[in-house]
């Protein structure tokens, strides 16, 4: 019964790690100090995400009554990330970051559709839904910064793709 949501949470809760990881790497990487803010701020969003979770988890695995209840709590807002912290001294890098961030988004929204399709309670699949509007936020801001520096990318690299 609850076993598939159980399942789904588990492994959006892996996505969320992953993704911690991911930009956590990508601050340690980075030799700009507003590079690695960025990419810090950006870790521990994920990483709010996957508590919350967690949290939803737990919640789910005391029964039925506490099923509904779980879904009740509203879960932590993507935020709306300053990018020009990212130094462009490290265009290169940047894009490739961006570049990965962009699939392990649309990674996460396949996963939460997949999950929202399969999903028999209605409270579930609000949360899916929510989810997949944020992670949809993450890969359109992540797009637009990826296309950013692509440009400037091709600016220095003195040729442009025709």
Known sequence: ???EELNAIKQAIIHEVEGYEFY??????????????????LAKEELKHA?????????????DEAFTLAFLADPPSPNIFNWD???????SMAMSVFGIAIQLEKDSI??????????????????YQLLIKWEKVHLDQFT???????????????????
């Open 110 to 127: 396949i996963f939460y559709e997949k999950a929202l399709e399969n999903s028999k309670f209605e409270e579930a699949k609000k949360l």
């Open 85 to 91: 912290k990212v130094d462009g001294q490290y265009t």
């Open 24 to 41: 956590r790497l990508a601050a340690e990487q980075t030799k700009s100090t507003e590079s690695k803010e960025a990419f810090m701020e």
């Open 144 to 162: 637009k910064q990826y296309e950013m520096y692509k440009e400037e990318w091709w600016s220095a690299q003195e040729y442009a793709p025709f």
């Open 1 to 3: 019964m609850l076993k």
């Open 51 to 63: 508590d919350y979770l967690k949290e939803l988890f737990d919640k789910i695995q005391q029964g």
